[in-house]
């Protein structure tokens, strides 16, 4: 999931901040640490600070400020020196000992500082959130259908970036989390929902702190607030005042790659396997598909890492009440359709591909493996795949 997590930061071009923790545990040396860093997640990282000792032997952390480098004696100590950074953070020449300019590219996405410390014993933690104030902007302008957004702009919007239910198991509520980004809020205003077209009133906007709830009458971009959710709202979803036809580019869903076909074991109990299916999925913790004209009693579901597949089963027990029934499917990949079938005609299809629908009824192929991802385009002229629903 850190993986996709990454992906979505450079489709965006989003800064990423990264903390090195539990320094005070043997582990990895250093220098390992960044290449792991650099050779999978693919973005170059540059260390603000360095471990002193690490496992029983941790010392702290080295700050480097201006014109301060540390020596090393390992032998490394070329390419360390050339990626440390000689600029407070908050200078505007916050530059390496080569002179590039680094500011620019953190807040491009294309490179990331680096932090090394222990949360346990309070190392390095003060100087990595002294530093993310220092570094990041204020609200900037958002991509829509209308062109960027200024966030300074008079029309109230935001966009629906996650969704939670039962956060109050005593009411069963369901919430949804909206960013602002233009204009100010206000409780009790009504705005266009544009995806559906309607009008509505946010009468009961809450902010979280921890686990305490705070019921707000102002928010300004870069606020996030929880609205209610009476069940009218998707991820990706845009909320705006005056324009009726904003839309914020959306949150794409990227392909599962476990599957598992589950069902409730108890038939008395459909209508709440439905519901807790329904709405996780509307969460996005799972994604949903269903064979082409088949019923909701038995659902195949889709999930980035297998520990998705342990929660499913303990929320459908915990929060609805429901025993479900779950079997591993030979699929471990998947290929949103974007063509129309009904006018692309019959697919030819490798025999270990499986075509179904995702909750919007999109055509989608599960595959065993690369091989047939590739056979299937290869079999179908014409034919286009995706890897993300967006």
């Known amino acids: ?3 996709k997590l990454f992906h979505v930061c450079k489709m965006r071009g989003i800064p990423i901040f990264t903390f090195i923790n539990k320094m005070d545990r043997q582990g990895k040396d250093p220098f390992e640490l960044l290449e792991d860093i650099e050779n999978v997640l693919g973005i170059r990282s540059c260390p603000v600070n360095w471990p002193i000792g690490s496992g029983k032997e941790f010392k702290g952390v080295f700050n480097r400020h201006k014109n301060q480098v540390e020596v090393f004696d390992d032998g490394n100590h070329g390419q360390a020196i050339a990626s440390c950074i000689t600029g407070d953070p908050s200078d505007e020449k916050f530059t390496d000992l080569l002179g590039h300019d680094l500011h620019e590219t953190i807040l491009k996405g294309e490179l990331t500082p680096v932090f090394f410390g222990s949360a346990l014993t309070n190392f390095g933690v003060e100087p990595f959130l002294e530093s ?3 570094i990041t902007t204020p609200p900037t302008a958002r991509k829509s259908n209308l062109g960027e957004i200024d966030p ?4 109230f919007s935001g966009f629906i970036f996650k969704i939670q239910a039962n956060m109050d198991k005593n009411h069963r509520d369901r919430i949804a989390f909206l960013r602002i980004c233009s204009g100010e809020f206000e409780k009790g205003m009504t705005v266009n ?19 305490d709830r705070v019921m707000i009458d102002k928010a300004y971009p870069g606020d996030i607030i929880g609205i209610h959710d009476p069940g009218i709202f998707n991820i990706g ?3 705006s005042a005056k324009q009726s036809n904003l839309q914020y580019t959306g949150i794409p869903q990227f392909a599962p790659e476990h599957f598992m076909k589950v069902s409730t074991k108890n038939a008395l109990k459909r209508k709440q396997f439905v519901k807790g299916v329904t709405q996780l999925s509307e969460e996005g913790a799972i994604q949903v598909f269903k064979q082409p004209n088949g019923g909701m009693e038995e659902l195949i579901v889709g999930v980035v890492g297998v520990l998705q597949f342990e929660v499913l089963e303990y929320r459908l027990k915990q929060e609805y009440g429901v025993d479900v029934m779950m079997y591993p499917l030979p699929y471990a990949h998947l290929r949103w359709v974007e063509n129309d079938l009904s006018k692309f005609g019959k697919l030819s299809m490798p025999m270990d591909t499986l075509l179904v629908e995702d909750k919007n009824r999109n055509p989608v192929v599960l595959f065993a493996n690369e091989w047939s991802v590739r056979t299937l385009a290869e079999r179908n002229e ?7 629903s967006l």
């Open 1 to 3: 999931q850190t993986k």
């Open 132 to 134: 993310f104030l220092d």
């Open 152 to 155: 300074t702009s008079d029309n």
């Open 193 to 211: 929902h544009v995806q559906r077209g309607k009008k509505i009133k946010l009468s009961q906007p809450q902010q979280f702190v921890a686990q």
């Open 237 to 239: 979803d845009t909320l």
């Open 382 to 388: 014409g034919l286009v795949l995706r890897e993300t």
